[in-house]
């Protein structure tokens, strides 16, 4: 067994095919097969099992799977530490930010990674908080920025931001003005939400709950821009985050409404794996994150 063989077994894996992975790796399927059943032999274990329309991995191989990307993680973390500099750091990361976010850092983080590790590779994944963490803990995230993460033995968190929330309609309503408005009006609209149970949607109907409110939902769409492009046209109002009204919304016909009596906001949170060694670049990656995170979303309230 040697690293080559555990990188081989990881893209196989990650692929779900030997010819998506022997094409990604540029080496031949036959000698991919090889290697992996050479692999199989070596721990007398069937790690994939293989089917009509690919391949899955057995108990074993998700058993080794762990095991195998932690080597490879190691090893490539131990070799990244004797680079002289920052510029030299090679591999690759993968960021996970939701859309309202992703509208707002996605630049500043590229070019700050650009600057600092120009010959490493940055992979940002936009999606919703609930299938990043799907994906976080199941090793195709590095690391990823969500909204009211749920507490967890595999993750690590720390809150970054609360971000307050705002109300936004077609400027011919509530006067036209961009000015607060109580949270208890949100009872006289008719509104466009995430389905359930979205951290924002959930965190909204808490506050209703406890004022007492009855609340109507006419529509619910999973994706920010079809929310707000909704919301253009007339269909109704909508809850969204502070930062995705700083993203820019072009559209004169919109008006932004901070909800107030309460303030409310859901915690933007960094979350990274809490029982996957992370690799140099992974981890001054995640600086680079927190920093750009610190300095973008300005008006947000610091996080406890």
Do not use: W
């Amino acid at each position: 067994m040697d690293f080559k063989q555990l990188e081989y077994f990881v893209r196989v894996a990650e692929h779900g095919s030997f010819s998506r992975a022997a094409a990604a790796l540029g080496v031949g399927q036959p000698f991919l097969s090889r290697q992996v059943r050479q692999l199989e032999v070596e721990l007398r274990k069937t790690l994939f099992h293989r089917h009509g329309r690919g391949i899955v991995l057995t108990d074993a191989g998700e058993q080794f799977s762990l095991f195998a990307r932690s080597v490879l993680q190691q090893f490539d973390a131990a070799t990244q530490v004797l680079s002289r500099s920052e510029t030299e750091i090679t591999g690759r990361v993968v960021i996970g930010l939701p859309p309202s976010l992703g509208r707002v850092l996605t630049v500043p983080l590229v070019r700050a990674f650009s600057q600092r590790f120009p010959l490493a590779k940055l992979t940002i994944v936009e999606a919703l908080s609930m299938a990043l963490y799907e994906r976080l803990i199941s090793d195709k995230l590095d690391a990823a920025l969500m909204y009211d993460p749920a507490v967890s033995t595999l993750t690590e968190i720390e809150p970054i931001v609360r971000e307050p929330l705002c109300l936004i309609l077609r400027k011919t309503e509530e006067g036209g003005e961009s000015k607060p408005l109580a949270f208890a009006r949100l009872a006289e609209h008719r509104l466009i939400f995430p389905s359930e149970p979205h951290p924002l949607r959930m965190l909204v109907e808490a506050e209703a709950a406890r004022q007492g409110l009855t609340l109507d939902i006419a529509f619910e769409i999973d994706g920010v821009e079809a929310i707000v492009a909704l919301v253009d046209k007339g269909f109704g109002a909508a809850v969204v985050p502070y930062n995705l009204v700083r993203a820019g919304m072009q559209s004169t016909e919109l008006r932004i409404h901070p909800l107030v009596e309460p303030v409310i906001g859901g915690a933007i949170a960094l979350v990274t794996h809490s029982r996957r060694p992370p690799t140099l670049l992974t981890t001054k990656t995640v600086d680079l994150l927190r920093q750009t995170a610190a300095e973008t979303l300005v008006g947000s309230e610091s996080a406890p």
